[in-house]
Each structure stands twice: as structure tokens, then as C-alpha cells.
């Protein structure tokens, strides 16, 4: 069974920073795919970022402003937010695959407000 848990979400104005942490049970490098969604309400969920064979892609909304990364020694994975905008506020997953199988966390919120 593999679990992820969320932090790192809050409160920020615009053009601030957050960083969200994704603890896995294990190491994070045993994964094929990691990444990081988001959902908003009446919108569908979304892909923001993710890893995949040593390589990162990102939504072009989020291009320049967020970076995610694996961190070995916490088995987390992180995305690092930088130059938020409202239109950034939503709950944020992490998904993992392994053996053909998805795992989420549960989710944290970020809200982009003044």
C-alpha cells in the first residue's frame, strides 16, 4: 500500500510563494510517474506538474512560476510556487504510479488572495 500525504498549502497574496511537500511511504525514486494536480471548484481536475522518467513537464499556465522536484533524503515530492496569482487557488494532489496503479493524497489547499 502506498500513501502520500500532502502539506505545505495556505493563505498567500498574490505574487507570493508556497511550497507544497508530498511525503511518500518509501523511496520516492520507485515510482514511474509523480505529479502534481489541481482542482478547482466547478473545474475539472488538472495536471500542474509531473516527473517521468528523469523528465518534467508543466500546464503552460504555470510555465516559469512553479518548479517540481524529488527530494531522496524526505522521499518527497515537492513543487515549489513562486509569482502566485488567484487564478492558482485551488486544492493540490499529489499522484504517484507504480505497477500500473494510481495512488493520490488527500489534498491541500493554496489560496492566491489579497
Known amino acids: 500500500q502506498v500513501q502520500m500525504v500532502e502539506s505545505g498549502g495556505g493563505l498567500v497574496q498574490p505574487g507570493g510563494s508556497l511550497r507544497l511537500s508530498c511525503a511518500a511511504s518509501?523511496?520516492?525514486?520507485?515510482?514511474?510517474?509523480m505529479g502534481w494536480y489541481r482542482q478547482s471548484p466547478g473545474k475539472q481536475r488538472e495536471l500542474v506538474a509531473g516527473i517521468s522518467g528523469g523528465s518534467t513537464n508543466y500546464v503552460d499556465s504555470v510555465k516559469g512560476r512553479f518548479t517540481i522536484s524529488r527530494d531522496g533524503v524526505k522521499n518527497t515530492l515537492d513543487l515549489q510556487m513562486n509569482s502566485l496569482k488567484p487564478e492558482d487557488t485551488a486544492i493540490y494532489y499529489c499522484?504517484?504510479?507504480?505497477?500500473?496503479?494510481?495512488?493520490w493524497g488527500k489534498g491541500t489547499l493554496v489560496t492566491v488572495s489579497s
Open positions: 518509501g523511496s520516492i525514486f520507485r515510482f514511474n510517474a
Open positions: 499522484k504517484v504510479a507504480i505497477y500500473g496503479l494510481d495512488y
